[in-house]
């Protein structure tokens, strides 16, 4: 059910559970990752802030209308540029994350805010251009993603985390807790999820997309798919992932067999004695073909393949 005033052109909003909201990136919008916003009873928490300073201004606007307050917590689920450049956009909250992602915010955060600003200029003329090789149905959501980017000011600098915690951190209101926690790095260095345990409700930032490809190249997809083997176990009925509609632990058990996928098809190639020249040939397994960011499963098969310790050249 989506409530169209809670809405703006960065995202949607639909109500999961009493109390609870999905806040679904829009194609085009400058949101690009999606967030959870939960009314714990006198305390407003909003997951991950979405990939600009408008799209988390338009988020603590949702946040209000939903539940009467503006956010006073924001949990990053990792450092990646499209789930916390939108931090300063929900001040004063107070931003929460582990450690490492702090670290990792005020270091390579800048390094990825200063790349694109480098690279989106090009990228994002090259989106129609006669030779581009992006299908035309992904279009809007990367021309979203380059022009939200570009029309941020340039002297932002990304705002960290200014609570931290290691393992595990409850946020309990008048009405319901929230569960923020890690099992450790697997899509990226350190992957935060939150967890509604009387509902099965989890939110879980890039560790899952739904009819999206991930991005596997800041990540270990072993440690990966352990992280979502636990996480089922922790009995889910609805998952937010951090692209893609809501789905249920199914969507959790089938990003593990992606993962899985990856795997067995770049040790196939290994044994071979493929390159990776070779091994950019490889087609998407037709159970993905529907997925977007369809450009992402070929560098995902490769970082896959060194992994596995595939070499960029062909031994002989
Ligand atoms: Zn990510």
Redesign the pocket.
């Known amino acids: 059910m989506t409530d169209g005033r809670s809405g703006s052109p960065h995202f949607r909003v639909s109500r999961i559970a009493p109390g609870v909201w999905a806040a679904i990136a829009r194609d085009g919008g400058y949101g690009l990752c999606n967030a959870g916003i939960v009314d714990l009873g006198g305390t407003t928490v909003v997951f991950d802030s979405m990939l600009t300073p408008t799209a988390g201004m338009a988020l603590r606007l949702a946040a209000r209308r939903c539940t009467g307050r503006a956010p006073d917590v924001v949990v990053n689920s990792?450092w990646?540029g499209?789930?916390i450049r939108g931090n300063s956009g929900l001040a004063p909250a107070v931003v929460v994350s582990t450690r490492k992602t702090r670290d990792l915010i005020r270091t390579k955060g800048v390094d990825q805010w200063n790349s694109d600003l480098r690279e989106m200029p090009r990228a994002l003329a090259g989106l129609d251009a006669p030779e581009s090789t992006t299908p035309v149905l992904e279009r809007a959501m990367y021309r979203g993603w380059f022009e939200g980017t570009l029309r941020v000011p340039r002297s932002f600098r990304p705002t960290p985390p200014n609570v931290t915690f290691d393992r595990e951190l409850t946020l309990a209101g008048t009405r319901q807790e929230l569960e923020v926690r890690t099992f450790g790095g697997g899509?990226?260095p350190s992957d935060v999820f939150a967890f509604l345990p009387e509902r099965g409700i989890v939110f879980l930032?890039?560790l899952v997309s739904v009819g999206l490809h991930p991005?596997t190249g800041?990540g270990v997809p072993a440690r990966w798919r352990s992280i979502l083997r636990r996480i089922v176990g922790l009995g889910v009925s609805e998952a937010l992932p951090?692209h893609g509609p809501v789905g249920s632990a199914d969507d959790i058990r089938r990003m593990e067999r992606y993962l899985f996928d990856l795997d067995r098809l770049a040790r196939a190639a290994l044994r071979r004695g493929d390159s990776e020249v070779e091994l950019r040939r490889s087609p998407v397994p037709t159970e993905y073909r529907s997925w977007r960011f369809s450009a992402f499963f070929l560098e995902n098969l490769i970082h896959s393949f060194r992994l596995a310790g595939g070499r960029a050249t062909s031994p002989g």
């Open positions: 990792h990646h499209d789930h899509h990226s930032g890039d991005s800041d951090g």
